[in-house]
């Protein structure tokens, strides 16, 4: 029990003032006096009483204290702490990040069984007993708040809504969702927050400030063993990548040293098995050498332990090898090198300037003859197929037409200076925006010296310099597009350090595509996915790993105003998925992509549960957060149940009783 307002305790004094009203209070007593004799005496009994003898049974003046006792004691709101529910509305958060999916053992007796499951038994039992009388909200983490059922009193839906919950394996937005509950809860008296969790939250030093009573239940059993695969990766080996070379780190939560087998496949194919030996709170690296080549690396530990979303990781073969890249340039050698350095196989086609530059010279009239003459000695393209076109300067007339113009059309393409309208530099920083193309980089001191003036409409800016866009990315039918507004010749970035890095960058942004791996995301994360200009239809379908387990069903791919949508949501269970578009002619087109858990779901050695604050009544949120703490595991719901109706019924009736005596006699 508590009280609100001491202040209120001054009203007391009444108390004491209505002792001394009855102590000095002149008692008479009917008294039928024969003679007026004994007046002398009665007068003298009156006198020899003590003031504090006037008190003696005096029914109604303990009534009278009593009743200014209780209303001093309403005066100072007291309140009582309950147990959770029994509020109006209780809102429900149900923690299913992906670390909720952990086996435990909830007792001797009881099925091994998931955190997720038991959390799931433990909403269903307090709504059925705290709640019963509650208009229930549930929400649940996900990749944004999600809330599943509103101020629903019907217990059927609810508890089919708790059924429903499933674990995210991504990046869970726990801030979001405790924020949301705190405003669904600002407005209301009489409602109350409770947070199923286990308690395993990513740090946050801002505390969620509640206006309304909020607890935690812990729901996290005994921590379970866990051996994890952090990273997998594979690399071609030799000058010709005929064989495959990979590369895994292995760690464990075990309090002692342990084995762990670990098998690696190759298109499902078993290729080599190995036992571990893991040290506590170490990182273990394995390599595995002289690997054949695969599509599809799985990397697999043999034994189950209790958290399945790390057991298994996936890497790509790249099935050409080296990048094939045709680069078309008067004569750049910093882009060439910069080119075979980042791994690519580069075949260079010389572009005649002298013609073009003559054109130029003599006016458009002999531009145009030129333009056309031309065409007729532009050398044929290449034998061979190529993953990335490179275009430095102008492109020659005949180059647009023809089987050149068929290559650049179905082959991803970067142009370096290009047509438009030349500008003058204006001056500024250099703005990069977050891309693969721009990783690693800061361009910083960089001068670049006549612009190009184009905004192509298959692409969004990523390089900025002040307000004038420089390097545009995109895709265009499907195929990545990249365009540098500047010429390497009016730049000193050739010269820069970051030079290879970004050519580097961008090789492996416009290249990732040739193989059949897109690469490994987290899961619910955002990826590029090239889509084929004549795709219908495409979906993900899980073909390996927890997913496949898991019964994860095919789901349909996002679509766009244009169709398929070329940036697609990954999907949130780990696995191997097959991203498969279709074309009208029912032919299939399918690109690999792996998915893994938010790394942090495994690592259970931090216990800090949400952070979350109660404000008081009379406080705002500012001095609320002063007060701020962490909920800790099995906290009782502050639930603060106020006495003062309680009080102001005893109060009447005591009234009322007073009334009763008064009404009995004068003499009481």
Do not use: C
């Amino acid at each position: 029990m508590g009280i609100q307002s001491w202040l209120s305790l001054w009203f007391g004094l009444t108390l004491p003032a209505i002792v001394l009203m009855y102590m000095f209070k002149r008692k008479y007593v009917d008294t039928t006096v024969p003679s007026h004799l004994l007046w002398e005496r009665v007068l003298r009994n009156l006198e020899a009483n003590r003031p504090w003898q006037k008190l003696q049974n005096r029914l109604l003046l303990w009534l009278q204290l009593l009743a200014a006792a209780l209303m001093v004691f309403a005066l100072m709101q007291p309140f009582l702490q309950v147990s959770g529910g029994g509020s109006a509305h209780v809102v429900i958060v149900a923690d299913t990040s992906g670390s909720m999916s952990a086996q435990i053992q909830p007792s001797a007796e009881g099925e091994a069984a998931t955190r997720l499951q038991w959390m799931q038994e433990r909403i269903k039992e307090y709504v059925k007993n705290q709640g019963r009388r509650s208009e229930i909200t549930l929400l649940s983490v996900g990749a944004s708040p999600m809330t599943l059922v509103s101020h629903e009193s019907d217990r059927t839906v609810i508890d089919k809504a708790v059924d429903g919950l499933r674990p995210y394996y991504g990046q869970a937005s726990y801030r979001e969702t405790l924020s949301l509950a705190s405003a669904l809860t600002r407005e209301e008296r009489d409602a109350e927050v409770v947070i199923f969790t286990d308690s395993y939250w990513k740090q946050d030093t801002a505390p969620i400030t509640f206006q309304v009573p909020v607890s935690v239940e812990k729901v996290q059993g005994e921590l379970p063993l866990n051996v994890s695969i952090d990273q997998f990766g594979i690399s071609p080996k030799g000058e010709t990548g005929s064989s495959y070379g990979a590369v895994a780190v292995l760690s464990t939560n075990a309090k002692e040293s342990m084995s762990a087998e670990v098998n690696l496949y190759g298109d499902e194919q078993l290729l080599t098995s190995k036992m571990l030996e893991l040290e506590p709170g170490k990182k273990s690296t394995e390599s595995f050498s002289d690997l054949p080549f695969a599509e599809v690396y799985r990397l697999e530990l043999s034994q189950d332990d209790g958290y399945a979303a790390d057991n298994q990781s996936f890497a790509f073969g790249l099935g050409h090898g080296s990048s094939r890249v045709l680069l078309l340039t008067s004569g750049n050698l910093f882009l060439e090198k910069a080119l075979q350095l980042s791994g690519a196989e580069v075949t260079r086609v010389a572009l005649d300037e002298s013609k073009d530059k003559t054109a130029e010279d003599n006016g458009s009239a002999d531009k145009e003859a030129g333009k056309g003459s031309t065409a007729a000695d532009v050398p044929p393209v290449p034998e061979g197929e190529f993953d990335l076109l490179v275009i430095d300067g102008d492109v020659p007339e005949g180059f647009k037409q023809g089987k050149w113009a068929e290559l650049a059309a179905k082959t991803p393409l970067w142009t370096i200076g290009g047509e438009g309208a030349k500008v003058g530099n204006q001056g500024g920083r250099a703005v990069l925006s977050k891309h693969p193309v721009t990783a690693y980089v800061t361009l910083s001191g960089v001068y670049f010296g006549t612009l190009v003036e184009q905004a192509p409409a298959w692409g969004e800016p990523v390089i900025k310099l002040g307000d004038q866009p420089i390097v545009y990315a995109g895709s265009e039918n499907g195929r990545p597009r990249l365009s540098f507004h500047f010429l390497l010749q009016d730049s000193d970035l050739p010269l820069s350090p970051e030079f290879p890095v970004m050519v580097s960058n961008a090789l492996e942004w416009m290249t990732s595509g040739k193989g059949s791996g897109l690469g490994r995301y987290m899961a619910g994360a955002q990826a590029d996915i090239p889509i084929a200009a004549d795709t219908v239809a495409a979906k993900w379908v899980p073909t390996s790993g927890l997913a496949l387990t898991g019964g994860i069903p095919a789901a349909e791919a996002l679509r766009n105003e244009q169709g398929i949508s070329p940036v697609q949501l990954v999907p949130e269970y780990p696995g191997l998925y097959a991203f498969e578009q279709q074309n009208e002619a029912g032919e299939n087109l399918r690109f690999w992509l792996a998915v893994t858990a938010d790394p942090y779901e495994a690592n259970w050695s931090n216990d800090q549960g949400p952070v979350v604050s109660q404000a008081a009544p009379n406080l705002d949120e500012s001095e609320a957060g002063e007060h701020a703490g962490t909920s800790g595991s099995n906290e009782t719901a502050n639930r603060a149940g106020s006495l003062m109706p309680w009080l102001a019924v005893f109060a009447l009736a005591v009234i009322a009783a007073e009334w009763g005596v008064y009404q009995r006699g004068r003499s009481i």
